[in-house]
C-alpha cells in the first residue's frame, strides 16, 4: 500500500492537538461547587447631617409634631393643669371644638395622640404654624400648611384655600415635594399654601435647624 506524504499527515495531528487544548466556549468555567459572590450590604439608614441639631428622640417621633408636644407639654398628650389648654399640644378649648375635636373627645386631653393631631392639621391649615408661636419658632416651622387627605387634589386643594394662580401656583410652591407630575400626591404629605399676595410662601423645614 502507497504510503501518504507525510506532509499531509502533520497538519491534521496538529491540529487535533491544538483542539484537544483550547477551550470550547469564552466563557471561562466556573469550578465544581463554587459559590457565587455574595451580594454587597445595602445602605445604612441615612441619617441627619452635621448642620443639623441633636434635640434628642422627638425628631424620630412622627416629626414634628412629637417634638411640638415636647415643648408645649413636656410630651404629656393626657395633660391638663388648670391653665386652660389641654392636651400634648396645648389647645384652648374653642380652637379645639371649632375644628372638630368635640367629635373625639369634651377636650383635648381626653382624646388619644392621634385624634389630637389629626384636629391639629386642621388647625395647621388655617392658622399655619403661628398657632404654636415659641415651639414653632424653636424648629423653624413656618408658613400655612394643609395636610394631604386621601381624596385631595392639588385643584380641590387649591379652590379650598383659594391660591392664586390655582393648582399651577401650588405645584410651583410644593414642586420639590411633589415631584414633576402634579397629579401624583401622597396622603400625609405636607404642602405650603401659598400666601395670599401671589408670592411663594416659604417651605416647612422638614428637619430642626439651629
Known amino acids: 500500500m502507497p504510503k501518504l506524504p507525510q506532509s499531509r499527515c502533520l497538519p491534521v495531528a ?3 492537538v491544538l483542539l ?7 466563557r471561562a468555567a466556573v ?9 454587597p450590604p445595602a445602605p445604612p439608614t441615612p ?5 443639623t441639631p441633636s434635640v434628642g428622640g422627638c425628631v424620630a417621633d412622627e ?3 412629637g417634638c411640638l408636644a415636647e415643648c408645649e407639654s413636656g410630651g404629656d398628650w393626657h395633660i391638663n393643669t388648670g391653665n386652660g389648654y389641654y392636651g400634648g399640644l396645648q389647645f384652648r378649648q374653642s380652637t379645639w371644638a371649632e375644628h372638630g ?3 373625639y373627645a369634651p377636650r383635648a386631653d381626653l382624646a388619644t395622640r392621634a385624634e389630637q393631631i389629626k384636629v391639629a392639621e386642621k388647625v395647621l391649615a388655617t392658622q399655619g404654624w403661628k398657632a404654636w408661636p415659641a415651639c414653632s419658632k424653636r424648629y423653624h416651622l413656618v408658613g400655612r400648611m394643609h395636610v394631604v387627605q386621601a381624596g385631595d387634589t392639588l385643584a380641590s386643594i387649591a379652590r379650598r384655600y383659594r391660591v392664586r394662580g390655582g393648582w399651577k401656583a401650588l405645584h410651583q410652591a410644593n414642586a420639590e415635594v411633589i415631584g414633576r407630575d402634579p397629579d401624583r400626591i401622597r396622603t400625609g404629605t ?4 401659598p400666601s395670599a399676595t401671589g408670592g411663594t410662601a416659604r417651605t416647612a423645614v422638614l428637619t430642626p435647624l439651629r
Open 47 to 51: 441619617v441627619p447631617g452635621p448642620g
Open 63 to 65: 416629626w414634628p409634631w
Open 20 to 26: 484537544a487544548l483550547c477551550p470550547t466556549g469564552a
Open 14 to 16: 496538529l491540529l487535533a
Open 31 to 39: 469550578p465544581t461547587g463554587a459559590q457565587a459572590a455574595p451580594l
Open 101 to 103: 375635636g368635640l367629635a
Open 190 to 193: 405636607m404642602l405650603v399654601i
